[in-house]
């Protein structure tokens, strides 16, 4: 068996079961302690605490002006490194097509091009975060080793797409067998890390914005 037939199959097979119970698992968990009963008297109606939890995904999308000096940095390039997995995921035509072959459908993809510039700019975005953490006095303090692990498993496909484009160094098949263990290691650390907040930001936002508006306080 060839280091890509492994990385197709037995390797990938496993990844996405542990992806998909570590991520059930991580929900129930959090819908387990949702469930603790607020003694607080309600101030408002139900459907306006729904208004208001969905609100605050919205407001709390774009911090306030007097903040946004302090974390501008973080803010763009969090949304820029992420829009741009997102779409390198998504829509380079050989993902769309390995997708394909479990899902049994397709969508249009982006032009190669686009894709490799949108991925270096993921990347670049990625190693400037990287460096802003390990010298900033404050991130540097704060940074535990899930940030440098989530950080390396998020990279690391990237880095080994690139070496498959390139074609650099080792034999073809041995590069993409490299790049599909990449995705498999992130399928892997996903639900056990701090990339888990893709699942979790908008839900926890909402359910700050309902629990405070149902107190009778604006977020």
């Not at 270096?120 to 899930?146: E, F, G, N, Q, Y």
């Amino acid at each position: 068996m060839s280091l890509l037939d492994f990385a197709r199959g037995t390797a990938l097979q496993w990844s996405l079961y542990i992806f998909v119970v570590g991520i059930i698992w991580r929900i129930l968990g959090a819908a387990l302690v949702m469930r603790r009963k607020d003694m607080s008297q309600a101030r408002i109606s139900g459907a306006e605490r729904v208004k208001e939890g969905a609100m605050t995904i919205l407001t709390r999308s774009v911090p306030p002006e007097t903040f946004e000096k302090r974390i501008r940095f973080s803010h763009i390039t969090g949304y820029l490194w992420h829009i741009g997995y997102f779409v390198v995921v998504l829509f380079f035509i050989p993902h769309i097509l390995f997708i394909k072959s479990f899902l049994g459908f397709e969508w249009p993809g982006l032009p190669n091009p686009m894709i490799l510039v949108i991925g270096a700019i993921t990347l670049a975005t990625l190693v400037a975060l990287l460096v802003r953490r390990m010298t900033h006095p404050v991130l540097k303090l704060i940074s535990t080793a899930d940030d440098y692990i989530s950080w390396l498993v998020a990279a690391l496909p990237l880095i080994t797409g690139y070496m498959v484009v390139a074609r650099v160094g080792l034999h073809y098949e041995t590069l993409l067998g490299l790049h599909v263990l990449s995705f498999c290691l992130l399928l892997i650390w996903f639900p056990f890390g701090k990339l888990m907040h893709v699942f979790f930001i908008f839900p926890s936002r909402y359910n700050v914005g309902a629990i405070f508006a149902r107190r009778g306080v604006r977020v």
